[in-house]
């Protein structure tokens, strides 16, 4: 079986994507659906994905739940409940209901306080991460090592995987900046990490050997059994291609880790069955 472990459908006219509004993202501002998907999951004999959340709002948990309902390649969802308010309690309990539902992800890439995480007033929500077994995806950028180590040793029973290797700054050569601190991580902790993510961080006209150091770095700090191949399409059509980041990772990871990397791990963190 293989899968990938982070892919998003959208549709703009819902009105709460607001970080489409930025420049340069005209060309995600389009409806995005199962059916845009099919012919690369057909191509490269993808049997099931895991939709993951690209709006702050319930309703957009509550929208891809309904896509997840009707597609069968769609193994789990990834959602979202506001941190802030101890009322969406009541909305993680019921998602957690749906058997596709798997967990959540704040999308602290955006907000503006590295600490957020240990804000005393949004620690409830770990805490019933943990009470329901649900999943928490962790979305930063590398200035988040430090305080995303802290918050993994804080809970050492939340089943946790990165987002997008904590998106290294590649175009500007960050691989020191970086690579400490998610060795530090993996090292240190039992959390899982997605193999994703890094040609929309590196220049245009990215090859292999581009992003090679950064995702063999990844393989070897957190091993196959804790990575997981994702494709994060489409925001990686901002600086790629669903072919050319499919035959890239597969080009990387070794022949004896593809089955765990490209399916293995994934269904076992995100518990997908067959």
């Not at 993951?52 to 309703?59: E, F, H, L, R, S």
């Not at 430090?146 to 998106?167: G, S, T």
Request: proline share 6%.
């Amino acid at each position: 079986m293989i899968i990938d472990s982070h892919q998003h459908y959208w549709n703009p006219a819902r009105g709460d994507y607001g970080w489409m509004d930025g420049p340069g993202l005209e060309h995600l501002r389009r409806a995005i659906l199962p059916s845009d998907l099919a012919g690369h999951l057909k191509t490269f004999g993808i049997d099931k994905t895991v939709l993951v959340q690209a709006a702050p709002t319930v309703n957009e948990s509550e929208y891809m739940l309904g896509l997840a309902d009707a597609t069968p390649s769609v193994a789990k969802v990834v959602g979202w409940v506001d941190f802030e308010s101890r009322d969406d309690l009541k909305h993680l309990q019921r998602l957690a209901k749906h058997p596709k539902f798997s967990g959540v992800r704040p999308m602290i890439q955006d907000l503006p306080d590295a600490e957020w995480m240990h804000r005393k007033d949004i620690q409830w929500a770990f805490d019933a991460i943990i009470d329901l077994d649900l999943t928490f995806d962790a979305l930063g950028f590398p200035i988040h090592l430090e305080p995303f180590l802290r918050l993994f040793n804080r809970y050492p029973k939340m089943r946790i995987v990165i987002d997008h290797c904590v998106k290294p700054r590649i175009r500007d050569g960050g691989f020191l900046q970086w690579a400490p601190g998610i060795a530090k991580i993996a090292n240190e902790t039992s959390v899982f990490c997605k193999l994703s993510g890094l040609a929309t961080e590196a220049k245009s006209g990215w090859e292999t050997e581009t992003l090679l150091p950064y995702a063999r770095h990844i393989i070897e700090v957190f091993g196959a059994e804790r990575t997981m191949f994702g494709s994060d399409w489409p925001v990686l059509e901002l600086n790629g291609k669903y072919d050319s980041w499919f035959h890239t990772a597969k080009a990387i990871v070794q022949p004896s880790d593809f089955k765990v990397i490209f399916g293995e791990t994934a269904a076992n963190f995100y518990r997908i069955l067959k």
